[in-house]
């Protein structure tokens, strides 16, 4: 793999995990009413983005069946982690 390609991978991967992060913060201000509307198009674009890479872990492990918390943003940071590092020793 090129020096290139892997620098763009890892940035995006960094960026993908700084988006879930935020997702996970937004999430918070939302369930805890903190005046932050989830029709706001920042929130609305976020979550467009972030979702659709949640959403299958989600199902895999929903909130009703971990008491309410749901684990999907760590799992996929994890999995995030672990790419970035397996890529960062592939160039």
Do not use: K
Request: zero cysteines; proline letters at 9%; aromatic letters at 8%.
């Amino acid at each position: 793999m090129s020096p290139q390609i892997a620098t763009v991978l890892d940035v995006l991967i960094s960026a993908l995990i700084l988006l879930i992060f935020i997702e996970v913060i937004v999430a918070n201000f939302l369930a805890f009413g903190r005046g932050l509307s989830p029709y706001h198009p920042i929130v609305r674009t976020l979550r467009q983005i972030v979702n659709p890479i949640l959403d299958p872990f989600r199902r895999l492990l929903p909130p009703s069946r971990t008491g309410g918390w749901d684990f999907s943003p760590m799992l996929v940071m994890i999995l995030l982690y672990l790419l970035r590092n397996v890529l960062s020793r592939l160039h």
